[in-house]
């Protein structure tokens, strides 16, 4: 059996995050949505069908095949949704025919090699559309990502379980004699390479905490379970509950909540961030804060798809593109939506509630900026700081994403001139 994980048409309901990334690509628990699927399947071949300007990065980035149509033509398949947020047990590999749906969305189709070839085309959502008609439905109760916010809601739990899930406790790296564990021992995972200075407290009464290789916990540091710190960061300051840090991010003073990290991002000094997710590349300037919490306690309005719409919660903080970069004071609106490759500096006040990509917001103004060639050239030096080259392929992602978003781009700085 062959599995294949694919992004569906709702992949705008995540912009601006996933300009840069198929769906699957974004992470909950300690995982992305890819690689649970992936742990939980434990298939030996797997393939990968998304955007079509996404598919060189994938390919490079990973290693791995992506949309090509004749890998799912020779062997029974299962189809998977990459927005579902699986979990142990969920669904098994081998099976009968069947189409799996959750509130009116393919979550996976169970199919043979017969069926697949008798319901061919050289389009893969032509080939679900045609599968979900002819086999049987069955109506399950789960958790499909239907929008950003739905990956910090889940985010916590899903670390408690991944943290289960990986079977590693214990302190196996370095903890200095003057820091701290308050709560269970047990909930603590610090790898080998890991270091922990003094004063440190890790409090694992609401959930573990798993600190990961080469990471590095700095002084006078409070982390509140659940939580989870990537390889090679370095993290000071309180980093409360249900905080996702990916891979060599910088995030120092001030405070982190209910938040995950994508990677490689800097937030290095005081201010706050809460609710929110923060792609790869980000820069987030010293006093920059995000509100997650209106004053009057009702819902949040999120800019999904250029379209104002009630999240139906009351705490939703910011979602920042890659290579996107706060200046210092900034003061981020509750529910904001920040492009790829913005530069944000408020002067003063509050941003709105949409800012698009590769578009300057200056002293309540929005501008053009330095250009498209321009913003490649910063993000090529600020990624040869970690170590890291943009590829081509991630610069023709970065080209097609300027194309896609000028329109909203024309639109706001336009307004800014009326």
């Not at 300051?237 to 994508?262: D, K």
Request: a neutral charge.
């Amino acid at each position: 059996m062959k599995v294949c994980i694919f992004e569906d048409k709702t992949f705008t309901n995540f912009y601006p995050l996933s300009l840069t990334r198929p769906v699957f690509e974004l992470k909950c628990g300690y995982f992305t949505l890819r690689e649970r699927i992936q742990n939980h399947l434990e298939a030996d071949k797997i393939c990968y069908f998304m955007r079509d300007y996404l598919a060189p990065w994938f390919e490079k980035h990973y290693g791995l095949p992506a949309n090509k149509i004749e890998q799912i033509k020779n062997d029974d398949m299962l189809f998977v949704n990459g927005r579902w947020l699986i979990q142990k047990d969920e669904l098994e590999l081998e099976g009968e025919e069947e189409v799996g749906l959750c509130e009116g969305a393919i979550l996976y189709i169970r199919v043979k090699k017969e069926t697949v070839e008798a319901c061919w085309s050289e389009d893969l959502q032509e080939i679900l559309t045609k599968l979900s008609k002819r086999l049987k439905n069955k109506k399950m109760e789960s958790t499909l990502i239907k929008y950003p916010w739905d990956l910090i809601n889940h985010n916590a739990s899903q670390i408690k379980k991944d943290f289960i899930f990986l079977g590693k406790v214990g302190i196996e790296g370095g903890f200095s004699s003057g820091s701290f564990i308050v709560g269970d021992q047990n909930k603590v995972f610090i790898a080998p390479t890991a270091e922990i200075e003094p004063l440190v407290v890790l409090n694992t009464k609401s959930g573990p905490i798993f600190i990961d290789e080469e990471a590095k916990v700095l002084a006078l540091t409070r982390i509140e379970g659940p939580c989870y710190i990537g390889r090679d960061s370095q993290v000071k300051g309180n980093i409360r509950e249900g905080t996702h840090i990916g891979p060599s991010c910088r995030v120092g003073g001030g405070e982190v909540e209910e938040t995950i990290i994508h990677g490689f991002t800097n937030k290095y000094h005081e201010g706050f961030i809460g609710h929110s997710y923060l792609g790869e590349w980000v820069n987030i300037g010293g006093l920059t804060t995000t509100s997650d919490l209106k004053n009057d306690y009702s819902g949040v309005q999120v800019y999904i798809d250029g379209m104002l719409q009630d999240s139906g919660q009351t705490k939703v903080g910011s979602f920042i593109g890659d290579h996107s970069k706060m200046g210092i004071g900034t003061f981020l609106n509750t529910g904001s939506m920040v492009g790829v490759g913005s530069n944000v500096v408020t002067g003063g006040g509050i941003t709105p509630k949409y800012i698009p990509s590769f578009c300057w917001y200056l002293s309540q103004k929005f501008y053009k900026g330095s250009g498209l060639k321009r913003t490649i050239d910063m993000a090529r030096e600020v990624m040869k700081r970690r170590g890291v080259e943009l590829s081509p392929e991630g610069e023709k992602v970065l080209e097609e994403v300027f194309k896609i978003t000028e329109r909203q781009r024309k639109e706001s700085i336009a307004k800014s001139r009326r």
